[in-house]
């Protein structure tokens, strides 16, 4: 059981090179052995991105590789994961960017509003990890459906826009009996198809709003089309389907949406079974960590285990390190400055390695005590894993 495990994890680090290379010299013919030719190109409305920091899992999926993203705790915006649910817009929305308009709806004045007003209105910060709900996916053994993430389709970013509650005050308040928070993406619908089943419309409670923001900048530049500008619904804490990109519309609603991806699409349910209304949403993120480095192999002696945690809704308290696969744990330091709860924070240990090879696995603690499982109980989507044995990398010294 622990084997196929540990199978499973080696193919997919393994995946990024050698499986790809293999399908490349099977078409290309014997003797045209070409490593770097082994990925998918990057897709056009993402051809600015580090073609070497992602895998290109589709049109729609771009994952950053493990090990890339660096220990200065942000992630830089050419290697960030890229998940589209519907094929994103045009770049004519972020041509002119302060005159994309938001129709604000169940507040007492409702309206549309400019992100150039939004932008007179008020501005903050705020450093939070978006993470796709089925990061992870590809350490569950029933092989769920979707894209086989590891440990890329996360990211630590900043996020400068107006706070939504500010935007609920300039606009008199909520409309009685608003108990979500609802935001619809600004995608084109194809036509033929009824819009309820692909549209990108996810509602979270109400309680999110206190923290969340419309963010019209990530990293210190305007938001770029692909990550959803000229406007985005950020809510720290929250797993990335609920942090809406090219926000059309913020409406504070008495029911959840109607559409699929929320009635029936990011709900936990035991594998087999299909997606319901009363099954727990993929809201809030739960602790996590994991080492991106060393991966595969260290030479001998002293090495720096890196890698990252975060506390999902409540900040990160602290992280260990096994290089035993967990017979022993030795608490790691956290690097850098702490940018806020909803942040990632790196972390480092360092280590003797004797030849061999060594199972390295990290687990974080939350400021309420919760820790990371050993295991994850599976579920139907493969959502939300953040056991710390599927994460652990066995790293062959000498
Ligand atoms: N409008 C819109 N917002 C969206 C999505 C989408 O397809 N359309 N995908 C969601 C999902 S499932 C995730 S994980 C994140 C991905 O954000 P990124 O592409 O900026 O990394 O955006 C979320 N917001
Ligand atoms: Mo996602």
Redesign the pocket.
Known sequence: MHNAVLHRRHFIIGAAGTAGAVATVGMAGPGSVALAQDAKPLPDYVAWKDADAVIVHSNNTLEMKRGQGGTSGITPADQ???????TAPGEEIVADPDAWSVSVEGVRNPRGMTVGELKKLGVDTVAAV?Q?SGNGRAFFDHEASGTQWTVG?AGNVLWSGVPVRVVVEELGGLADGAKFMTGT???TIPEGIDPKTVM?ERSVPVEAMENAILAWEMNGAPVPL???GPLRLVIPGYF??N????IKTLAFTEQESDAKIQQSGYRVRPVGVKGAPDQPSMWEMGVKSWVTHPLMEAGTGRVQIHGVAFGGTNPVEKVEVSTDGGQSWQEARFIGPDLGRYAWRPFVLAAELAPGTHTIASRATDSQGNAQPEEFEPNERGYGHNGWRDHAVDVTVG
């Open positions: 960030l994961y890229i998940r589209n649910n519907v978006l796709c389709a993406g600004g995608e990108v692909a990550h959803g990335g389907v942090n809406v990109k090219y």
